[in-house]
């Protein structure tokens, strides 16, 4: 059993930034791919990011890709998640998740534990 949870969030004016933490207990932590997902109103939750156990690979939707960097450290069990040049388009409930399971990182369903997710609002 993975607990996750995750802070960070706020509303920030376009163009600023914001790091969301993901902290986790258990001890599988370091051996779980871990991922942030997030889900506007009226949308479905969509992949953000997602990084290995050991953090050496990552993995970015097309629409953050340059702009969000996902990092982990395993000794502190967190995962982190830092956006920078925000848009208001980014706007959306940011939710962190460890991947218990082998498969493509941009399915959510083999993602089965989740934080409660943060509000990112930005505005314009």
């Known amino acids: 059993q993975v607990q996750l949870v995750d802070s960070g969030g706020g509303l920030v004016q376009a163009g600023g930034s914001l790091r969301l933490s993901c902290a986790a207990s258990g001890r599988t932590f370091r051996n779980n791919d871990m991922g942030w997902f997030r889900q506007a109103p009226g949308k479905e939750r969509e992949f953000v990011a997602a990084i290995s156990p050991s953090g050496i690979s990552t993995y970015y939707a097309d629409s953050v890709k340059g702009r969000f960097t996902i990092s982990r450290d395993n000794a502190k069990n967190t995962a982190y998640l830092q956006m920078n040049s925000l848009r208001p388009e980014d706007t959306a409930v940011y939710y962190c998740?460890?991947?218990?399971?082998?498969?493509?990182?941009?399915?959510?369903?083999?993602?089965?534990?989740w934080g409660q997710g943060p509000q990112v609002t930005v505005s314009s």
């Open positions: 998740a460890s991947k218990g399971m082998s498969g493509s990182y941009y399915n959510r369903i083999l993602y089965p534990y």
